[in-house]
């Protein structure tokens, strides 16, 4: 089947303690994407990647890290979490080709930082 | 800029009501418009697009035509369902080589039996 698939869909940390949200696509997608979503404020593009080892800034990506070395894996850190962090992260992925591709979303990570 | 705002919600209608999802986009040049659903505890996934102008995209009794005229791609469905129940994003093609796309802010959608 194919999906996105996030890891962990929930996690409780504190202030200060690296951690990394795992994304993983089964599609041969090149392009990979994460978003937080917050209420009132939508969704909102941290970083993206259009390839292997090709990654740039969204609209918001102080205070996250991101890495792609391998195709499938676009793996999210936070070195150093802070409750401003808190909020529902979403992994997204679509092909390049043929015209604009539609987005296909992981099921969502819930992070709270106390 | 590109921007899209869509009607605020929450949305409460009763079983087999009309629903009709307000969303006017502001963008230059010619982007796509997308509708995407959130169903509760998951990610986004696609429900309808359209690539141009007069375009109508529809997908599981939904439609939306793009209007360039009145810059709108307002969603609509003849008769809801208790399953319909979600959270519906309009959103439009970002331009370059990120493939951001530009979201409003999300209309909640509560169907009533």
């Known amino acids: 089947e194919a999906q996105v698939t996030q890891n962990p869909r929930y996690l409780i940390t504190v202030t200060g303690k690296k951690l990394t949200v795992t994304c993983s696509q089964n599609?041969?997608?090149?392009?990979m994407s994460w978003y937080r979503q917050d209420p009132g404020l939508g969704l909102r593009q941290i970083y993206y990647s259009m390839n292997v080892e090709v990654t740039d800034k969204g609209d918001v990506p102080e205070g996250y890290k991101v890495s792609r070395k391998e195709k499938r894996n676009f793996p999210l850190i936070l070195e150093s979490p802070s409750p401003n962090q808190t909020s529902l992260y979403f992994c997204a992925s679509s092909t390049t080709t043929g015209g604009y591709s539609p987005l296909h979303f992981g099921n969502g990570t819930r992070l709270t930082v106390t | 800029g590109n921007s899209v705002t869509q009607m605020e919600g929450p949305v409460t209608l009763s079983e087999e009501a009309f629903l009709t999802i307000n969303c006017t986009y502001t963008?230059?040049?010619?982007?796509?418009l997308f509708w995407y659903v959130q169903y509760p505890g998951e990610g986004l996934q696609l429900l309808l697009k359209a690539t141009k102008a007069d375009d109508k995209g529809s997908n599981k009794g939904f439609e939306a035509t793009y209007r360039k005229e009145t810059t709108s791609f307002h969603l609509e469905k003849g008769s809801v369902q208790v399953s319909d129940s979600a959270v519906y994003f309009c959103?439009?093609?970002?331009?370059?080589?990120?493939?951001?796309?530009?979201w409003g802010l999300g209309t909640s959608l509560a169907v009533n039996p």
């Open positions: 963008a230059t040049g010619y982007p796509s």
């Open positions: 599609m041969n997608h090149e392009y």
């Open positions: 959103a439009l093609s970002g331009t370059g080589n990120n493939r951001k796309l530009i």
